[in-house]
């Protein structure tokens, strides 16, 4: 039986095309066991506001820590979340709907006693996928049994998870060896994430690439007619 995967390391608030992969794929595999790597998105995001775009960041110890794995990695400031909240509430609450996803969001952040980045990242992406009606599986590469080696590890977590294809980022061709998916029987297809379609957003000139509670504030429901089938 066919099943699609994706593998790859939880972002804080992650852009719209983050959650497009998601629904793409079966199963969804946080690959949370890897190292840490400073100024990337495992800890921060972008919003937007009147006076352009502004980075939202959780602030962790020992950034940068030859070692620690994004599961290590603890937050280093409990009053983080009462900070996001009040950023984004200020610069959404004139969206169209932000108020009916008001509740949801402000909940989630000023409730937050996650000591984790890794639970930090997995509450917002749950919450998020469940406002997008997205019901992708959403699993730990810990869950499994993780081998040596970039690729190796990729085709090695396919197979535990029984997938026939993995679906990729498309920086990934960097590094990815297409030959090890080929010996293991499991298909490789990069996605694109170019051609996306511009929304009505607060606070021009529009931009892409900003956390996707931007997306969700000023479309609310129609979200999905503005993301892409990967």
């Not at 502004?54 to 603890?74: A, R, Y």
């Not at 996001?84 to 989630?108: C, D, K, L, S």
């Not at 080929?182 to 694109?192: K, M, P, S």
């Amino acid at each position: 039986m066919a099943k699609r995967i994706a593998i790859l390391q939880s972002s804080y608030i992650p852009w719209k095309g983050y959650f497009d992969l998601i629904r793409a794929v079966d199963e969804f595999i946080l690959f949370d066991d890897v190292q840490y790597t400073r100024q990337d998105w495992r800890n921060r995001n972008i919003v937007k506001t009147p006076r352009g775009a502004q980075w939202l960041t959780v602030p962790v110890k020992g950034k940068g820590k030859f070692g620690q794995t994004i599961e290590e990695t603890l937050v280093s400031d409990p009053h983080w979340a009462r900070r996001h909240w009040q950023v984004i509430a200020h610069n959404y609450r004139g969206a169209p709907f932000f108020a009916q996803y008001r509740p949801a969001f402000e909940t989630a952040y000023l409730e937050c006693r996650e000591e984790r980045l890794s639970r930090i990242n997995h509450r917002f992406l749950t919450l998020i996928c469940s406002l997008l009606n997205i019901r992708t599986k959403i699993s730990w590469s810990r869950d499994y049994v993780v081998s040596e080696g970039k690729t190796q590890r990729l085709v090695e977590l396919c197979r535990q998870a029984g997938a026939t294809e993995y679906l990729s980022g498309p920086a990934a061709r960097d590094y990815i060896q297409p030959e090890l998916f080929a010996e293991g029987g499991i298909g490789l297809r990069y996605v694109d994430y170019d051609g996306y379609p511009e929304y009505p957003q607060l606070f021009p000139p529009f931009e892409h690439k900003v956390s996707v509670v931007d997306l969700l504030f000023n479309t609310g429901p129609d979200a999905l007619r503005h993301m892409k089938a990967l």
